[in-house]
């Protein structure tokens, strides 16, 4: 397969777990989710590690994830947490890989719909007046990605996965 890989990233409930894993299935490829990678390698959630230890050490450990994984050729689409493409070192490792970065940019009510109604547990959304303010602290790094999606309720990760791949 000579596609370039994929990186998906975004603001958290935006979306990027289930993109990559209906990319996966399209380009019969393997996926790996960068937090579910990170929880089995420390036996710990990030929300754990960043209760415990604090966001630098998170950040830390993320970064250490991110370059294995990277590393890691048959892993053809990556999903990154929320924070991660934020990190100036994660983009330069990324962009080193030859990795295309797709942005899903969901509006903030909807990332925020998902955040309270979703299982995981977001340390660094822990009210909607943190998380708006987050969200829109972000967009300036989300738009150093590549190729940017405008994402809204309506979108199916399928329909997601296709537009990626038609470019
Ligand atoms: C984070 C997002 C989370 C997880 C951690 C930190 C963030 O991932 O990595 O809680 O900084 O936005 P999701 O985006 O998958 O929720």
Redesign the pocket.
Known sequence: MNRRRIVIVGF??SG??TVAEALARQLGCQAIDL?SFIAERAGRS??EI?AQDGEPAFRQIETDALLEVLEKKAVRVIAL???AWTIAANRAMVAKHDCLSVWLDAPFELCWERIISGK?V???APDRATAARLHDDRRASYELSEQHLKVSSENSARSLADEILNG
Do not use: E, S, V, Y
């Open positions: 958290m409930g990027k777990t937090d990030p929300a960043i947490g929320g924070g995981a977001r340390p660094l």
